[in-house]
């Protein structure tokens, strides 16, 4: 399984950027995905899950700001965000849950700049 995460940069408060995680070596279409994100000095934390009927659920902290999606033709979760501040500025992971074990993307950086 492989897990490509992209889509990261510099934005001004109050901007938009869509990360997007290209996926391999694995079902794509029947994995639940997650974006998690991790910012400095703090714990990693979940951003936001669809499951493989693309049924959500999103961290409160994002909640009207954030969108998950998946295409599962192209095997690819994206993230939309929206109304970014300076709270958001993290490194972005996807992951997904293969056979009861974990696996990552590399993480790409977004930076909020106010």
């Known amino acids: 399984v492989q897990l490509q995460a992209s889509g990261g940069g510099l934005v001004q408060a109050g901007g938009s950027l869509r990360l997007s995680c290209a996926a391999s070596g694995m079902n794509f279409g029947i994995a639940a995905m997650d974006w998690y994100r991790q910012a400095p000095g703090k714990e990693r934390e979940l951003v936001a899950t669809?499951?493989?009927?693309?049924?959500?659920n999103y961290a409160d902290s994002v909640k009207g700001r954030f969108t998950i999606s998946r295409d599962n033709v192209r095997r690819r979760l994206y993230l939309q965000m929206n109304s970014l501040n300076t709270e958001d500025t993290a490194v972005y992971y996807c992951?997904?849950?293969?056979?009861?074990?974990?696996?990552w993307g590399q993480g790409t950086l977004v930076t909020v700049s106010s």
């Open positions: 669809i499951t493989s009927s693309s049924s959500t």
């Open positions: 992951k997904t849950q293969v056979w009861n074990r974990d696996y």
